[in-house]
């Protein structure tokens, strides 16, 4: 028996829908489906003009609700509007859309791609997934895959039954006979015979008749199929169960004859380009929770444009452990130094490592040829299945920088390490489309940042600080920043240059907090502990800021429970301060985010 076979086609920012996706194929075979697996970029690939099997869809979000870059070409392929409303009338597809509700325009990379095939004709087969990365992805993820299999062999028995409706008989029986020298009609071999006619019937094999050549015909072809080990008959081709097929090989190495010693990233730099980091700072005390670097990148030769609030990818390696464990699996750790392919059969290019984005702790008003960015090294603890060790970006900064990194206090000097000792990174801008400074500089502005989410607010307080030298006639609105760490001591984050804004009236308004330190001396009682109690606290003035004022408020960090908590002590704020419900202040916060005044920059 012949598996039915459907397409996946997937979007992927990060690699996540693509790993999504290769589980569903990965799965299929288990179901008793083949499927074919490709990326939207790969258009030579796949073609959904003709495509009259099951396609199913997964799609990531990216940036402000915006498909993934590997979706862009085909969103706008499919939103030519040339194209006729029953361009896609053909097509029977489902749609597993990825996203996160810390962002703005929830799935929206997938609900643009869902509406606009719905627009075009094409027709559901199984109800459209949106998968929260915010709560896991597996919540919804892994019940919609389960569906998945029963809703496609429900798609593939209409499609058989519609299909046999459609077909005449004589036609398909007059393609599987020719006929010989004498008139005479043959039957040709059984692997040409089309799968309609592979329906045997059982009424038939009970009557009994004798079949020579010269007497075969449409109503007793059925009979000439005897069972085999690729085919059977009634009752058990009339079931469901399947013959396990033999494992395919998954794995292929390649291994190319080019040296590639001292290279430490992807060949594929395609936009990325080679800089020198001119300074690495520690940020915190030794005996700090987590460990934060603050790293300077000469981009001077490059010439390379951002604005505060951009962010840059940068390119990593593998760890080195982990490429000599593959070697030695593979048997070729003698080749070290050559450039090995590995690549998963059955369109499965291993992922690549996926760049990591920082976004920039500068501006380059302050910093020309300079972009500064910050990160916390990762610590993973010990579990069974591998030791303790550290985030593989981050950890590979740290170890990278190790020989140049200043303790936190000491101030640096670029001269003093020449360009040749200084170590390289591969980098490319990030820029971003609504993260930025309003341009009218008389609106005011609230920064929520706690721990490294400070860094684009650097880049902010840096750019304001010389508009205002510039402008000193200009009226500059109100800047408020609130910001959070653990220890006052140990991890208040780029505490001098924060008090210089602060002192020199660039920043309005500098409202910290430390959750892991004692009370003072006084005991006060119910001190704020996060950054959403200093925002209650100052809740009139940040209503003001934001309804009278049409101000701007700007949210960086970490998305796993910061964002949700400032986002519901805003709805609070805007509820108590306009006396109105929670339901027209999720309204007026949802206002905030269309007009692009509530922004978030925000990382899992």
Not at 422 to 442: E, I, W
Not at 523 to 537: A, W
């Amino acid at each position: 028996m012949l598996a039915a076979r459907f397409l996946i086609l997937y979007g992927s920012q990060r690699g996540q829908a693509q790993s999504i996706a290769e589980e569903i194929c990965q799965q299929a075979a288990e179901h008793g489906f083949t499927a074919d697996i490709n990326c939207l970029s790969n258009q030579h690939k796949y073609n959904l003009d003709s495509e009259i099997q099951p396609v199913v869809f997964v799609v990531s979000t990216t940036g402000d609700g915006d498909p993934p870059d590997t979706a862009q070409k085909f969103v706008r392929k499919i939103k030519n509007k040339s194209l006729p409303h029953n361009h896609f009338s053909h097509l029977h597809y489902a749609l597993l859309a990825l996203g996160d509700t810390n962002y703005a325009n929830f799935c929206n990379g997938g609900k643009t791609i869902d509406s606009r095939l719905q627009q075009l004709g094409a027709k559901h087969f199984y109800a459209t997934g949106h998968a929260d990365d915010g709560t896991g992805l597996e919540v919804v993820v892994d019940p919609w895959i389960e569906g998945l299999w029963d809703a496609l062999k429900k798609t593939f028995s209409s499609m058989a039954t519609s299909d046999q409706q459609d077909t005449d008989l004589s036609d398909c029986t007059q393609d599987n006979f020719h006929k010989n020298a004498s008139g005479q009609e043959k039957y040709k071999s059984d692997l040409e015979v089309d799968l309609h006619l592979l329906k045997l019937s059982e009424t038939d094999s009970q009557k009994g008749k004798a079949i020579t050549s010269d007497s075969i015909d449409v109503e007793t072809l059925s009979t000439v199929l005897v069972a085999s080990l690729k085919q059977s008959v009634p009752p058990l081709s009339e079931s469901a169960l399947n013959v396990p097929a033999l494992p395919a090989s998954y794995l292929e190495v390649r291994l190319e004859k080019v040296s590639t010693e001292g290279e430490t990233v992807p060949s594929d730099k395609d936009g990325y380009h080679e800089v020198s980091i001119s300074k690495a700072v520690q940020l915190t005390q030794d005996d700090a929770v987590k460990t934060a670097i603050s790293l300077e990148l000469d981009i001077s030769e490059q010439n390379l444009a951002y604005q505060p609030g951009d962010a840059f990818d940068i390119l990593c390696p593998n760890r080195a452990s982990e490429v000599e464990e593959l070697l030695l699996r593979l048997d070729l750790q003698t080749q070290k130094n050559c450039a090995v392919q590995v690549n998963l059969l059955k369109n499965k290019h291993l992922p690549k490592l996926q760049p990591r984005a920082y976004s920039a702790a500068s501006s380059s008003l302050q910093h020309p040829g300079k972009v500064h960015f910050v990160f916390n090294v990762v610590e993973l603890p010990a579990r069974p299945e591998h030791p303790a060790r550290t985030g593989l970006c981050t950890g590979w900064l740290a170890g990278h920088v190790s020989s140049i990194l200043w303790p936190l206090g000491t101030v640096p000097a670029s001269e003093r390490l020449g360009t040749s000792a200084q170590p390289k990174v591969h980098v490319r801008p990030r820029p971003s489309s609504t993260f930025h400074l309003p341009a009218d500089l008389s609106v005011p502005v609230v920064m929520v940042g706690p721990g490294t989410g400070v860094a684009p607010f650097i880049g902010f307080l840096q750019q304001r600080e010389k508009e205002r030298e510039a402008n000193q006639e200009a009226t500059f609105g109100e800047t408020w920043l609130f910001f959070g760490c653990r220890h006052k001591d140990k991890d208040f984050l780029f505490r001098e240059e924060l008090e210089r804004f602060a002192h020199n009236g660039t920043l309005s308004h500098l409202i910290v907090c430390f959750s892991r330190d004692e009370p003072d001396a006084a005991g006060t009682i119910n001190r704020p502990t996060y950054v959403q109690h200093n925002l209650s606290l100052h809740a009139k003035n940040v209503a003001s800021i934001l309804i009278k004022d049409k101000g701007s408020l700007y949210v960086c960090g970490d998305a796993k429970n910061m964002t949700k908590d400032v986002n519901d002590t805003l709805l609070e704020i805007i509820g108590n301060e306009l006396q109105i419900d929670k339901l027209d202040a999720m309204k007026t916060v949802a206002g905030l985010r269309e007009e692009k005044r509530y922004l978030q920059d925000i990382w899992s």
